[in-house]
């Protein structure tokens, strides 16, 4: 045997191409000379063929026939599994690819497969789409597993279709045709020998999918396949024993503890049963209450197809020393919980066998060991807000609702708030908890993605093995530096720290990220940097970081508006039908700029009467948000420019989230205008999404994302900020040239399908259909809570920090702010 090439470099670039041969010259000699028509370079194919001992000269054969393929003999037959990792052994390639000597490639096998690996990190097999010879019949487009770790091919042998030509996640592909690259192939142990055959390939991608590698179908990797029956030569009982054994032995390997208790014990009585029922053995034979006649015979005729149950069962038990010592390797490494496996399970609840008795067998097991309530194929995913979930709903709750609303076709979804709800919705749980009422609701979710405080009102996810998803959109410690303005000097400093510590715990914790913007990602790249997030282990899964953190920006919804009553125009009195309005689209902050906007108005009317300005809501929905100076001092220059009632208008309350298109509708242009600061620069302007749902002509503020959007794509105007005659102009412009309005809507109506929430949320419902624990942060399974510790009294500086911190998990910084704010005055003497 030649010297393995396992310790060397691999070259660059070159796949190493494996078949094993076991008596089967003519198909593998078929199979090599298939590759000349391969697109990839024949120097940067390796061709190697390990036979099996096949004593019928096929070695010598092979190497006459094809000179370029490297034949290695290995002595004995050592199966799939061991002629593939003997055939690995001698790869000096930087991928392995490994196709069935029975089969041959298409054009882009391995094009497509290498294109696919080389594309994201997180990919660590691709599974090729494997057709019959003729290429007419399916033979794999993907695995399904049953709950006792049986693997199938549901689709197999029905025609080709283009619904097989999609890429997805599956949970193994197949050893006819599969590629990998080759140091994560050794570094995961390859194929298990003990399988000898059948199987070894579900073990491999069930086991990668654990450890937190995608398995990845990719329909453009093409290969055919041309069945042969060799099993039959040797009896079919004896594919029957392997299936059933190699399934045990991946069911131990792979299972968490939770799936193994309940499936383990009964996979072994249904294949005892499974055993019996093919061949109609009578179980009753040693029975002396239904077989009272009796005998002293001790022997019994059965068939051998009766026995590959029990013979499967001490095998199993035969390899379990070693099969110990691989699971708790593996259990130690995991990084998918088998709930967030399930989905590519696709039917476990299969029983696969038509037969009366054994389907009679496995409906009793899969009800007295709680198998179907257990293997299901749907994530329970916690959506939490920290906004009040009502009619009338701020920019958190609204994109907490569509969340959920977008995963709920998917997973079982709840949406919960802390700060009350009142509302419900056909497809999800809407509940409300705080405190210790949220652990019930933590503990039942498998994902859990949040908004704001949530990791400080409910402190036992920070060392939890649940999978937590930040949204973190909202940079809330940048917009602290304006918004605790109001809260005294002390309240703002502690807002700041306190919001920025949230924050940094965040990032620390979660295992996903979404911000709004590439802006923002940019930005939130430094403060991972700075929490040691961006780190090699992070970095070598995928480079771009996307798997860490994705843009995910506030959306709108797909379908149109529609308006069903006039909210403005004719209803507004002082605002007639034929005005033309300009339309504030949401709350009044301090970090907005509405008083250059009151004096542009003001400025305007002196050259058209019929401008009208709306402020759509002051009061914010969610009542711990107290009102802001901004507010006041918006409503005293209207007051003082004599514009109120006549060309500005203020609705005092908040307009219902299924109300905001009878208002959107009723405007000619929206507006938004804010102050050059570092809140700014890093902001997501939610208010201008509803403009873009209701595709009308923007006027806004340059220096943010919206604001450079707005001049790049043509849908407005931006300004400088605080210049009062460059307002004037371009609302101007927007409200009475009407061919540059028109131009400007046109093309709001092309750019508003980018934000459509279907498209919006597509990183989130990516990431859910396989969520998976960040490739830093370690997984346990089934670790301890952390236990309540007994109550002391707290004092000094620590407990003025841990009182932050309650304030903080009760109601966020302005909590922190109103109360710490007293806090100090009382301590320092000052009046209140």
Not at 31 to 52: G, I
Not at 87 to 107: K, L, M, S, W
């Amino acid at each position: 045997m030649s010297r393995t090439n396992a310790d060397r470099p691999a070259r660059p670039g070159v796949v190493s191409v494996i078949l094993v041969n076991y008596r089967g010259a003519e198909d593998t000699i078929t199979c090599l000379r298939s590759f000349a028509d391969v697109d990839w370079p024949a120097e940067q194919l390796e061709l190697l063929v390990v036979d099996n001992d096949s004593g019928d000269g096929s070695e010598e054969r092979i190497r006459a026939e094809v000179p370029q393929a490297v034949v290695v003999q290995a002595g004995s037959n050592t199966g799939f599994a061991g002629g593939c990792n003997l055939g690995v052994e001698h790869a000096t390639g930087e991928y392995v690819a490994f196709i069935n000597n029975d089969a041959r490639p298409g054009r882009d096998w391995v094009s497509a497969a290498v294109a696919t690996l080389a594309s994201d990190r997180t990919i660590g097999c691709v599974a090729s789409k494997v057709l019959d010879w003729d290429g007419n019949l399916v033979d794999y487009v993907d695995g399904s597993l049953t709950w006792f770790g049986m693997g199938y091919k549901r689709e197999a042998e029905r025609p080709d279709s283009p619904e097989y030509d999609h890429p997805k996640d599956v949970l193994f592909g197949t050893g006819a045709a599969m590629v990998m690259r080759a140091d994560l192939y050794r570094e995961v142990g390859g194929f298990d020998e003990r399988f000898f055959m059948f199987y070894e390939d579900v073990d491999l991608g069930w086991r990668l999918n654990v450890l937190g590698y995608r398995v990845r179908y990719e329909p453009r990797s093409v290969a055919y396949h041309r069945h042969h029956v060799t099993m039959k030569k040797f009896g079919n009982f004896r594919e029957s024993y392997l299936l059933e054994r190699n399934a045990l032995l991946a069911m131990y390997k792979n299972l968490d503890d939770e799936s193994l208790a309940k499936a383990l014990p009964a996979a072994m009585a249904l294949a005892v049963r499974r055993s019996l029922a093919r061949t109609g053995t009578d179980a009753t034979a040693l029975d002396l209450q239904r077989s009272p006649g009796g005998d002293d015979v001790g022997t019994i005729e059965v068939q051998k197809m009766a026995l590959t149950g029990p013979y499967a069962i001490d095998y199993f038990v035969e390899q379990l020393p070693t099969l110990l010592e691989s699971r708790r390797e593996l259990q130690e490494k995991r990084r998918r919980s088998d709930r967030e496996l399930f989905p590519l399970f696709r039917h476990a609840i299969e029983p696969a066998y038509a037969i009366e008795s054994y389907l009679d067998a496995h409906a009793v097991l899969v009800e007295a060991f709680g198998i179907a309530e257990h293997f299901v194929s749907r994530h329970r995913v916690l959506v939490v807000t920290g906004e009040p979930l009502l009619d009338r709903m701020a920019g958190p709750a609204i994109r907490a609702w569509e969340i959920a609303t977008a995963l709920s076709s998917e997973h079982d979804v709840r949406l919960l708030s802390t700060a009350g709800a009142q509302t419900s919705h056909a497809d999800f749980e809407v509940v409300t908890a705080v405190g210790h009422a949220l652990r019930a609701h933590t503990d039942w979710a498998d994902v859990i993605i949040f908004q704001g405080f949530l990791l400080e009102g409910a402190p036992w996810l920070k060392d939890s093995a649940k999978i937590v998803v930040a949204d973190i959109y909202d940079p809330m410690h940048l917009e602290q530096l304006e918004q605790a303005r109001d809260q005294g000097p002390e309240g703002r400093v502690l807002a700041v720290r306190e919001t920025t510590r949230v924050l940094n715990e965040q990032l620390r914790r979660a295992d996903f990220m979404l911000c709004a913007s590439e802006k923002q990602r940019d930005f939130w790249f430094g403060q991972l940097a700075g929490q040691g997030r961006v780190n090699p282990k992070v970095y070598d899964e995928d480079e771009s970081l996307d798997s860490l953190i994705a843009v995910v920006p506030f959306g709108i919804p797909d379908v149109p508006p529609v308006q069903k009553r006039r909210a403005i125009r004719d209803s507004v009195p002082g605002i007639g039908k034929d005005d033309k309005v300009i339309l504030w689209g949401g709350g009044i902050y301090n970090w907005f700029d509405p008083l250059t906007l009151l004096r542009a108005v003001d400025r305007l009317r002196e050259r058209h009467d019929d401008v009208r300005l709306y402020f759509l809501g002051l009061k914010h929905p969610n009542p711990g948000v107290p009102a802001m100076r901004m507010g006041w001092e918006t409503k005293q220059l209207a007051e003082e420019l004599g514009l109120v009632g006549t060309h500005v208008f203020f609705n005092e309350g908040w307009v219902p989230y299924a109300e905001r298109a009878d208002y959107l509708l009723d405007a000619d242009v929206g507006v938004s205008t804010h102050f050059q600061h570092v809140e700014t620069a890093f902001s997501f302007r939610t208010r201008i999404l509803d403009y873009l749902w209701a595709s009308l002509p923007i006027v806004a503020t340059e220096g943010d994302t919206f604001g450079d959007l707005i001049a790049l794509r043509g849908l407005g105007r931006a300004v400088p900020a605080e210049d009062v005659d460059a307002l004037v102009e371009a609302l101007e412009q927007m409200l009475y040239d009407e061919e540059a309005a028109g131009a400007a809507r046109e093309n709001v109506r092309g750019f508003a399908v980018e934000y459509h929430w279907s498209r919006a949320l597509m990183p989130l419902i990516e990431f859910c259909r396989l969520p998976r624990r960040a490739a830093d942060l370690e997984y346990h399974l089934g670790r301890p809570e952390v236990t309540a510790q007994p109550y002391r009294a707290r004092q000094g500086l620590r407990a003025d920090i841990a009182l932050a911190r309650d304030y903080l998990a009760a109601g966020g910084p302005r909590e922190v702010a109103r109360r710490m704010t007293g806090r100090v005055r009382r301590i320092t003497g000052r009046a209140g």
